[in-house]
């Protein structure tokens, strides 16, 4: 499978950015989608995610401001992004596990988020 993730950029704070995530040659509506990030010097950690039934997760740190959803017909998943702050500044990963627990990952998209 392949994961290419999009929708990165410059934001200034308290500002919004909606990064979406296309997957091809996996059984995307079956699967559970994920967004993970990492800052700067800092290890990769859980944003958001999404189950084949629409079920979602959001981590304490962004709850309220961030959201997570999926177009089983595009086979994309997104993060609509509100309110963001300078410690949201981060690589953002696309994810999702295969049946055989083999996690594939996207090349990433840059968020900056200027004060």
């Known amino acids: 499978g392949a994961l290419v993730e999009s929708g990165g950029g410059l934001v200034q704070a308290g500002g919004s950015l909606n990064i979406s995530c296309v997957a091809s040659?996996?059984?995307?509506?079956?699967?559970?989608m994920a967004w993970y990030r990492q800052p700067p010097g800092n290890q990769r950690e859980l944003v958001a995610s999404i189950s084949s039934m629409g079920v979602t997760w959001i981590a304490p740190s962004v709850k309220g401001r961030f959201t997570i959803s999926r177009d089983n017909a595009k086979d994309t998943v997104y993060l609509q992004m509100n309110s963001l702050k300078y410690e949201d500044a981060a690589v953002y990963y696309c994810n999702v596990r295969s049946g055989y627990g083999v996690d594939y990952w996207g090349k990433g998209t840059l968020v900056t988020v200027s004060s």
């Open positions: 040659g996996i059984h995307f509506s079956g699967k559970t």
